[in-house]
């Protein structure tokens, strides 16, 4: 059992090339974080730091009690599954999941039971003898991931392992590592720019960008509670609406009726963001206080919905784009529509910071006069 801890990490090329910027976290057994993120926003980065394969400006990375920041990726017992699978061409899958043990000199007859236990884990019993070339990509990525899990390591690292599969593979094996992963009881850290991967396996989510830690948390709150704009945006498919809206008093007005800002903005701005995701806008109910009414200008079939763009226009800062997430039945092709936006469902974002300002609020919206 161990803790993986990583302590004010940077790391600096150049004056202008800093991918990873202060970075700190700490992921305990039982936990499997990923580092979730667009490309070149440091998250590759920080796992080659953790994996020794790349040394840190400054900080410090501990595993358990120990220090490792400046040992040998060979002394720091992790193992990393890479995109590529990394498999030897030459050898068979049983020689692949021992050449790493091989190397540390472990025993014949252990190394025998390793690989006899992780091959029935993950249904290898027949490849033992083919070569990656006569494999699937599916089954080249579980030999990947039996190597690492042969060693037994104190850290699981895991780098975009799936992103050379196809969609339905993907699936598949996702789910695949799920569990397998569940049941190791150490740390794995897991880097994707794929949001359905780190949402469907993860305790935690780091949300990175430009090297710095946006959020930090159960995926759950990532996605009801995005602590900035670029959480928000980034995180939630379709994307989040995010409409920039002049403030008037404690209100901002949106499609001709005027929504309340929440109590816990005190000092009311100028301007503000107001979020609200594509499957929380629904159709208005006619008990329905906080509406909007504008006209479908483009319908995308999704298979169990339709995205809807609906273009709302808005007296203060001209017409609006709202997307609505919709059943297949409520279709409303080319046509005048109205839409409720529920306001416990509705996002507040500084303008100029990004950074959340509320997101409940329960006032009644009222008419704009």
């Keep these: 059992?161990?803790?993986?801890?990583?302590?004010?990490?940077?790391?600096?090329?150049?004056?202008?090339?800093?991918?990873?910027?202060?970075?700190?976290?700490?992921?305990?057994?039982?936990?499997?974080?990923?580092?979730?993120?667009?490309?070149?926003?440091?998250?590759?980065?920080v796992l080659r730091l953790i994996a020794g394969l790349e040394e840190p400006t400054r900080g410090q990375i501990k595993i358990g009690d120990q220090d490792v920041t400046n040992k040998r990726p060979g002394d720091r017992n992790i193992a990393m599954v890479f995109q590529s699978y990394a498999l030897y061409p030459h050898l068979t899958v049983y020689e692949n999941l021992c050449s790493g043990l091989r190397l540390q000199r472990v025993p014949s007859a252990e190394i025998k039971q390793r690989v006899s236990e992780v091959a029935q884990v993950l249904g290898l019993e027949e490849l033992m003898t083919r070569k990656p070339g006569q494999m699937s990509g599916g089954q080249r990525q579980r030999v990947a991931v039996g190597r690492a899990l042969v060693r037994r390591p104190r850290v699981f690292l895991l780098d975009e392992p799936l992103s050379n599969l196809d969609a339905l593979l993907r699936e598949k094996v996702r789910a695949d590592l799920k569990q397998l992963f569940a049941a190791q009881k150490v740390p794995v850290v897991y880097v994707t720019h794929d949001q359905t991967e780190a949402m469907t396996l993860s305790t935690k989510v780091a949300v990175l960008d430009k090297g710095y830690v946006q959020q930090l948390d159960p995926p759950e709150r990532?996605?009801?509670?995005?602590?900035?704009?670029?959480?928000a945006g980034f995180v939630g498919s379709p994307q989040m609406n995010l409409l920039t809206l002049p403030c008037k008093g404690r209100y901002v007005v949106l499609g001709g009726t005027q929504t309340p800002l929440p109590e816990s903005i005190v000092n009311v701005p100028s301007e503000i963001v107001l979020g609200i995701r594509p499957e929380n806008v629904r159709i208005a109910q006619p008990n329905d206080t906080q509406t909007?009414?504008?006209?479908?200008?483009?319908?995308?079939?999704?298979?169990?919905?339709?995205?809807?763009?609906?273009?709302?226009?808005?007296?203060?800062?001209?017409?609006?784009?709202?997307?609505?997430l919709l059943p297949t039945d409520q279709n409303r092709s080319s046509e005048d529509i109205t839409l409720a936006l529920p306001p416990q469902d509705i996002h507040w974002f500084d303008v100029q910071s990004g950074d959340a300002l509320a997101k409940r609020q329960v006032a009644v919206a009222k008419p704009q006069i």
Aim: proline share 5%.
């Design 292 to 324: 909007i009414r504008g006209r479908v200008f483009l319908v995308e079939n999704l298979g169990m919905h339709h995205l809807v763009s609906v273009q709302v226009q808005n007296t203060h800062s001209g017409a609006v784009t709202v997307r609505a």
């Design 1 to 45: 059992m161990a803790k993986l801890e990583l302590k004010n990490l940077n790391k600096t090329y150049t004056p202008k090339v800093i991918p990873v910027k202060d970075v700190s976290l700490t992921v305990n057994d039982d936990e499997f974080l990923t580092l979730l993120g667009p490309s070149g926003c440091g998250k590759s980065t």
């Design 222 to 231: 990532i996605y009801s509670h995005p602590a900035n704009l670029f959480v």
